[in-house]
C-alpha cells in the first residue's frame, strides 16, 4: 500500500482560500448541526406581523410573508438543503468508488458494461433527469437525496476510474496478486486507499454542484415541499416581494452562496494540495 506523505494540516493551510472555504463550510455544518437548539422560533410557527424588516428587537433577520421568522427559517432550511446534498453525494461517491475500481481492475466486458451505463445517463442532461425523477416518484426528501445520488453517481465513476487506471499497473497492486489475495481483497484493500484523495475532492466538488441543484428544483416548485424550510424555495417565496422586502430574496441567496463558495474553495485548495485537477470533477 503506497504512503501519503501530507498530513491533514497542511493540506487545510495550503492557501488563504482554502482556509477560508473551510471556515464557511464549517461554520455552515455548525448551524445546520445545531439548527434546532439555536433558533428562537419555531421554523414554521407564526410568530409576529408579516415582512418585519432585519433588525427588529424579536426578530433579528425579520419576518417572512406570512409572519414567520426569517431566522429560524433560513438556518432550518440550510439543514434541509445540506442534508439532501451531502448524503446523497456521499452515497453517489461510496458507491460510485466501488464501482470504479473493480471496473478500472478487473477491464474486459464488466468494464465494459458499467461505463456504457455511465455514458447513456451522462447523455441526459442532469436537471432534466432529477426533475423527471422528481414528477414521478414525489418530493419528499428521501427522494431528493436519492435522486441527487444518482444524478452524480456516473460522473463520480468515470473521475475515479480514470484515477484507478493509473495505480492498477504498479508494483504494489502486482505483489498483491503474487500474494495471492483476492480481487476483492486488491480493489478494497490496495486500490481504494490510494485513490482516496480523489474520492474526497469528488465529494466536494460535488456536494457543491448538489446545492446549487436542489437550491434551483425549489425554486422551481419541484424541491422540497412547504412549510419545510429552504434556501430555494425561500427565494421563490420571496420574488413577489423583490421591491418592497428584498431581504427575502437577498439573505437566503446569500446563505447558498457562501456555502458554495467555501465548498469550491475547500475543494479546488484540497485538489491543488493533492495534485489533482479539481475542474475534471463536474463531468
Not at 486507499?193 to 469528488?202: A, Q, S
Not at 430574496?249 to 485538489?271: K, M, Q
Request: charged fraction near 10%; hydrophobic fraction near 50%.
Amino acid at each position: 500500500m503506497l504512503a501519503n506523505d501530507k498530513s491533514l494540516g497542511s493540506i487545510l493551510t495550503h492557501s488563504p482560500g482554502t482556509t477560508i472555504g473551510v471556515a464557511l463550510v464549517t461554520l455552515h455544518l455548525f448551524c445546520a448541526l445545531f439548527a434546532p437548539l439555536l433558533i428562537p422560533y419555531g421554523p414554521t410557527q407564526l410568530v409576529g406581523t408579516p415582512m418585519v424588516s432585519p433588525g427588529h428587537a424579536d426578530f433579528v433577520l425579520g419576518t417572512d410573508v406570512i409572519g414567520r421568522d426569517y431566522l429560524s427559517r433560513l438556518m432550518m432550511g440550510g439543514r434541509t438543503s445540506i442534508t439532501v446534498a451531502m448524503v446523497g453525494v456521499l452515497g453517489a461517491v461510496l458507491i460510485g468508488t466501488f464501482f470504479a475500481v473493480s471496473s478500472a481492475y478487473i477491464g474486459g466486458l464488466y468494464d465494459d458494461v458499467i461505463m456504457r451505463i455511465v455514458d447513456t445517463k451522462l447523455s441526459i442532461p442532469g436537471i432534466l433527469f432529477v426533475a423527471l425523477f422528481v414528477v414521478g416518484f414525489g418530493r419528499s426528501v428521501a427522494v431528493l437525496t436519492v435522486v441527487v445520488g444518482l444524478s452524480y453517481f456516473p460522473g463520480a465513476v468515470r473521475t475515479i476510474r480514470a484515477q484507478a487506471l493509473t495505480q492498477v499497473p504498479l508494483a504494489y497492486v502486482k505483489a498483491a496478486r503474487l500474494r495471492g489475495e483476492s480481487v476483492l481483497s486488491v480493489i478494497l484493500r490496495e486500490l481504494t486507499p490510494n485513490v482516496i484523495e480523489v474520492v474526497v475532492v469528488e465529494f466536494a466538488i460535488r456536494t457543491s454542484s448538489a446545492i446549487l441543484i436542489v437550491s434551483a428544483l425549489s425554486f422551481l416548485g419541484l424541491g422540497i415541499s412547504p412549510p419545510t424550510p429552504d434556501w430555494g424555495l425561500m427565494v421563490s417565496e420571496g420574488v413577489g416581494q423583490i421591491y418592497s422586502a428584498p431581504w427575502l430574496i437577498l439573505l437566503p441567496a446569500f446563505f447558498i452562496s457562501t456555502l458554495v463558495i467555501g465548498l469550491n474553495f475547500a475543494s479546488d485548495g484540497l485538489a491543488n494540495a493533492l495534485g489533482l485537477d479539481a475542474a475534471r470533477g463536474l463531468s
